[in-house]
Structure formats: structure tokens, C-alpha cells
């Protein structure tokens, strides 16, 4: 009996010692995730000031920097272009755009 106890509980100790001895993939670096969330392309009123709809930033080991560049003027109708831009901690690099469009609004025919 205590052979049969002994085998069984070796056995075991075999299937986990295998189990965890598996090669662990290393941890590859992947670049930044931005995700442009809201509207896209985005529609603002001449003349207003212009809120961002939001963007979504994240980065598998961490976000050291981020940044966004743009020339938007809302005091002139047209087309524009925002460019978000995220560095993660080992110098990875992603950048995403959302268009906007700066527009004569539905409530504001009377006023321009």
C-alpha cells in the first residue's frame, strides 16, 4: 500500500514538474494601442471652441509619453486633422488620426 502511494504521488509531482517547466514565452514588446473613440470624422460649429471627442491610450508595459498635434481653427470652415501620437517605456511608437471638420451647424444659419 505504501508503494502504490508512493508511485501515485510521484506521478503526480511529474505531471506538475512538466507542467511548469513549460518554455515561457518571453515578454515581447508591443507598440502602444490608440483607439479614437466618438465620432470620427468629427463635426464641430465655426466659431466654437473645439473639445476633443476623446481617444483611448494604452500600452502593454506602460505609456511614457503622449501627444497630439493638430492645426485646427475654428474660425475658419474646412478640413482638419488631429494626429495622436503615444511612446511606450522601451521607445515603441503608435499614432492614430481623427478627422475633423469644422462646419456651419444646423443652429447656427442665422448667426453667420
Not at 89 to 97: L, N
Amino acid at each position: 500500500m505504501i508503494l502504490k502511494n508512493t508511485i501515485c504521488c510521484l506521478s503526480l509531482f511529474s505531471l506538475l514538474s512538466i507542467a511548469g517547466c513549460k518554455d515561457k514565452e518571453p515578454d515581447v514588446e508591443t507598440p502602444p494601442t490608440i483607439i479614437v473613440t466618438g465620432q470620427n470624422p468629427f463635426k464641430t460649429g465655426i466659431y466654437l471652441t473645439f473639445v476633443d471627442d476623446s481617444v483611448r491610450i494604452s500600452g502593454r508595459f506602460g505609456i511614457d509619453s503622449v501627444w497630439m498635434e493638430h492645426n485646427i481653427d475654428t474660425s475658419l470652415l474646412g478640413y482638419y486633422q488631429i494626429t495622436y501620437h503615444a511612446v511606450s517605456f522601451s521607445g515603441m511608437t503608435a499614432e492614430a488620426q481623427r478627422d475633423v471638420w469644422v462646419v456651419v451647424m444646423p443652429n447656427q444659419q442665422n448667426k453667420t
